[in-house]
């Protein structure tokens, strides 16, 4: 629902809301230049709804249902 986030060093931070059938919803870091999936994130499954947001070397992923998720490196 929300846009990805772009950081300073490429990678883009995108969630997802609505999935195929058989699919889980997740957030993902992708190589900005390449469209390489660089990782998927564990979030429980719940769909993300707002926009991924990285602040102070950490990656912010809010949840339909289970809450905010805080990735650093």
Known sequence: ??????????????GTYLCPAGSTPGAY???????AILKALPVGGSRV????VFAQGTLFV???????YNFAP
């Open 29 to 35: 870091l992708i190589n900005a230049a390449t469209g």
């Open 1 to 14: 629902m929300g846009t990805p986030s772009l950081d300073s060093a490429g990678v883009l931070a995108a």
């Open 62 to 68: 809010a949840t339909e249902t289970q809450g905010l």
């Open 49 to 52: 709804f707002s926009q991924p």
